[in-house]
């Protein structure tokens, strides 16, 4: 019998604040440290968002693998340590790691030890989605529209998902979730 929690993907979320004058020697150590990661076993993709100018000063790095053995054997590796201690003196604070299968990360409120059941999650995300995907369209096709691109559908549907995407995962899901947390943990 295969277990869950390593036959499924496995995603693990990074948290680094530093000043906006390290912020160059952050970047260069991503440089560094991306080959390195995308040698590691079962490494399938990563994103990085990067702090707003002026406004934050927090990289949030996500970086998915095949299986969570996989990521454990990445979070275990020498060479990870190695790098992780390179960078932790220009960290405000401690970096912030969290291991996650699924989307579940979306629905776990910091501090929540349990994820709800999946059709829970399911119509949480769909009750959210919905006016997402209705509110993102009436915005971006009439801005495509009023430079010359009404017809540039895959356009649309492209901004439109990046707009739904970053609303739920930064600004939606975290507020919607505590709202609901009682029905949603019961």
């Not at 995308?38 to 970086?63: A, E, M, N």
Request: net charge negative.
């Amino acid at each position: 019998m295969t277990d869950t929690n390593t036959a499924q993907g496995a995603t693990v979320v990074i948290h680094q604040a530093v000043d906006h004058e390290h912020q160059p020697l952050l970047e260069q150590w991503i440089t560094e440290i991306d080959p390195i990661i995308r040698r590691q076993p079962g490494f399938l993709d990563k994103q990085i968002i990067r702090p707003v100018p002026g406004l934050t000063h927090s990289y949030t790095i996500i970086i998915r693998f095949a299986e969570r053995a996989d990521l454990e054997h990445w979070l275990a590796s020498p060479e990870r340590n190695e790098m992780v201690a390179k960078i932790e003196p220009l960290l405000h604070e401690e970096l912030a790691v969290s291991v996650h299968t699924g989307l579940e990360f979306l629905f776990q409120p910091p501090g929540a030890s349990k994820t709800p059941v999946r059709w829970k999650q399911f119509l949480l995300t769909w009750s959210a989605i919905f006016p997402l995907v209705l509110l993102s369209q009436a915005l971006v096709m009439p801005l495509l529209a009023t430079v010359g691109l009404a017809d540039a559908r895959v356009l649309g549907v492209l901004c439109a998902t990046g707009l739904v995407v970053y609303a739920m995962v930064y600004w939606v899901m975290p507020r919607y979730t505590k709202l609901v947390s009682a029905w949603l943990f019961k």
